[in-house]
């Protein structure tokens, strides 16, 4: 299973991004999807992430401005990020646990860079 990440990028603040994450490989089904993310001199920590049954969560920095969507038949998850400040910035990473196996894939991680 590979992961393919892509969207990211050097935004002003207040911009938008969105951010895709493309599975492929032998993947039978998809539990959970998610994106984390690592901020410079930080530890990565979750941002969203999507149950196969429809429920999300996020970190509470990015509730109101950011959504996390899936569409399964393109095993792709997606990430809206409006209205985006400085402290967003840092790398992006996709993943996904497998719904045959439960093994969890992460994908190689794309730059957010929000100015001021």
């Known amino acids: 299973v590979q992961l393919q990440a892509s969207g990211g990028g050097l935004v002003q603040a207040g911009g938008s991004l969105r951010l895709s994450c493309a599975a492929s490989?032998?993947?039978?089904?998809?539990?959970?999807m998610g994106w984390y993310r690592e901020a410079p001199g930080k530890e990565r920590e979750l941002v969203a992430r999507?149950?196969?049954?429809?429920?999300?969560n996020y970190d509470n920095s990015v509730k109101g401005r950011f959504t996390i969507s899936r569409d399964d038949t393109k095993k792709t998850v997606y990430l809206q990020m409006n209205s985006l400040l400085p402290e967003d910035t840092g790398v992006y990473f996709c993943?996904?646990?497998?719904?045959?196996?439960?093994?969890?894939?992460w994908g190689q991680g794309t730059l957010v860079t929000v100015s001021s």
């Open positions: 993943n996904v646990v497998t719904g045959q196996d439960g093994i969890s894939y």
């Open positions: 490989g032998t993947i039978f089904s998809l539990n959970d």
């Open positions: 999507h149950t196969s049954g429809g429920y999300t």
